[in-house]
Every structure is written in C-alpha cells, then in structure tokens.
C-alpha cells in the first residue's frame, strides 16, 4: 500500500507560478509511475502529467505542455508538478496518483493508477 498526501496549492495569479508537491509513504514508491491529475466542479477528472519510474519518460496533455513539468525524486519518495504560466482555467483539485504502468497510452489512464492522494485545491485569478 502506497500513502500519497499532495501539498504546495493554493491562490495563484495569471501568469504565476505554483509547485505542487506529493509525498509518498508505505509502499515501494520508486515501483510505479506518478501522475497528476486534475477535478474542477461539474467535470470528470483530467489527466494532468505522468513521469514513468524511471524519472526520464514524461507525458502531458496538450493545455500544459510547455507550461508545466512533472518530475520526481525517488531517493525521497517525492513528486512534483511545477506549474508555470498559470491560467485561470488551470483551477482545479490536483491529485496525485501512483500505479504500475510501464508503457503505453496507461499513463493517462484513471483506472490505471492504483493509488491516490485526497487532492490539493489549486486557484489561479484572473
């Protein structure tokens, strides 16, 4: 079993910059892919990014892409979205998910990722 706790949300301007951080606990996190993703009121949840475990293969959906980077540091259970250029359409609850995936079109994939993390509340103002 793998705890995952996310912190670093809260109230951002346009054109801001926020970095979210996921903790892990319990389990062999350095043994799944990470990913962030994202809820907003009256939406289904949206894959945000994925890092495979190897820390190198990375994966966006295209609103981020370039904005936003996703990375990981395994020796301290740790993963990070390091958002740039934020947006208002960017506000959302962010979460982070770990799940054995190692190729393929899994890494957006909600179902994929076994564990979740109760979400941080990221807001970006206009």
């Known amino acids: 079993q793998v705890q995952l706790t996310e912190s670093g949300g809260g109230l951002a301007q346009a054109g801001g910059s926020l970095r979210l951080s996921c903790a892990a606990s319990?389990?062999?996190?350095?043994?799944?892919?990470v990913a962030w993703f994202r809820r907003t009121p009256g939406k289904a949840r949206e894959f945000v990014a994925a890092?495979?475990?190897?820390?190198?293969?990375?994966y966006y959906t295209h609103p981020v892409r370039g904005r936003f980077s996703i990375s990981r540091d395994n020796a301290k259970n740790m993963a990070y979205l390091h958002m740039n250029s934020l947006q208002p359409d960017d506000t959302a609850v962010y979460y982070c998910?770990?799940?054995?995936?190692?190729?393929?079109?899994?890494?957006?994939?909600?179902?994929?990722?076994?564990?979740w993390g109760p979400g941080t509340q990221v807001t970006v103002s206009s």
């Open positions: 890092v495979h475990k190897n820390g190198q293969n990375k």
């Open positions: 998910a770990a799940g054995p995936i190692e190729s393929g079109v899994g890494f957006g994939l909600e179902s994929d990722y076994d564990y």
């Open positions: 319990g389990g062999a996190f350095s043994d799944y892919a």
